[in-house]
Nanobody, 124 residues
Framework: QVQLVESGGGLVQAGGSLRLSCAASGSIFSINAMGWYRQAPGKQRELVAAITSGGSTNYADSVKGRFTISRDNAKNTVYLQMNSLKHEDTAVYYC??????????????????WGQGTQVTVSS
């Protein structure tokens, strides 16, 4: 089993900053791309940013230039630095980590794991 634990959400005024963290733990063989998604009330979950194990990044157009994703492979942790926050960034943010897990007999399988979500509220 693999667990993803998120932290860093909260309430901030527009223009402010927050830093989210997501730490993966458990029977991890390897983690490929890690990402942050968000879901606002009444809207579908959307990709915010993703980063590969090699450090290549991808961002939603709405956050480019304001958000920065990074990861510490040794700690199996991904971060999301959010600057110049806007009211429309208000959402529950979820960490995602497709993880390769070694089974009882050494077989490798990939599973898609999600964090529990952390609320980010930006007041206008």
């Amino acid at each position: 089993q693999v667990q993803l634990v998120e932290s860093g959400g909260g309430l901030v005024q527009a223009g402010g900053s927050l830093r989210l963290s997501c730490a993966a733990s458990g029977s991890i063989f390897s983690i490929n791309a890690m990402g942050w998604y968000r879901q606002a009330p009444g809207k579908q979950r959307e990709l915010v940013a993703a980063i590969t194990s090699g450090g290549s990044t991808n961002y939603a157009d709405s956050v480019k230039g304001r958000f920065t994703i990074s990861r510490d492979n040794a700690k199996n942790t991904v971060y999301l630095q959010m600057n110049s926050l806007k009211h429309e960034d208000t959402a529950v943010y979820y960490c995602n980590a497709p993880t390769v897990v070694a089974g009882t007999f050494g077989e490798l399988n990939e599973y898609d794991y999600w964090g529990q979500g952390t609320q980010v509220t930006v007041s206008s």
